[in-house]
Nanobody, 124 residues
Framework: QVQVVESGGGLVQAGGSLTLSCTSSGRTLSSYGMGWFRQAPGKAREFVAAISWGGGSTYYGDSVKGRFTISRDNAKNKVFLQMSDLKPEDTAVYYC?????????????????WGQGTQVTVSS
């Protein structure tokens, strides 16, 4: 069983940058595709970014393309989400999740292990 843990959230001004990290206890993340989702109050969970188990393929939601970058370091058992040019509408709880198979990377149901989430707040 893999237990996912996020870190790195916080308060940042609009236009600023923040990097989220994700790691695991139990099994390592290296055999999983990984994804980041976010959920703002009163809104549905939204796909942000995903990366294949080896890091060779990445995917992004339309609202973050060109501003966010997902990466992973399997040797360190970490997945990162670098966020730049942050906007107030990026404010949400950000979740890291593990995908064991080849399901649709943008669909939450394809992910079986979720972290507790980390709050990102962007002030205007």
């Amino acid at each position: 069983q893999v237990q996912v843990v996020e870190s790195g959230g916080g308060l940042v001004q609009a236009g600023g940058s923040l990097t989220l990290s994700c790691t695991s206890s139990g099994r390592t993340l290296s055999s999983y595709g990984m994804g980041w989702f976010r959920q703002a109050p009163g809104k549905a969970r939204e796909f942000v970014a995903a990366i294949s188990w080896g890091g060779g393929s990445t995917y992004y939601g339309d609202s973050v393309k060109g501003r966010f970058t997902i990466s992973r370091d399997n040797a360190k058992n970490k997945v990162f989400l670098q966020m730049s040019d942050l906007k107030p509408e990026d404010t949400a709880v950000y979740y890291c999740a593990a995908r064991p198979g080849s399901g649709e990377v943008k669909t939450p149901s394809a992910y079986t292990n979720w972290g507790q989430g980390t709050q990102v707040t962007v002030s205007s």
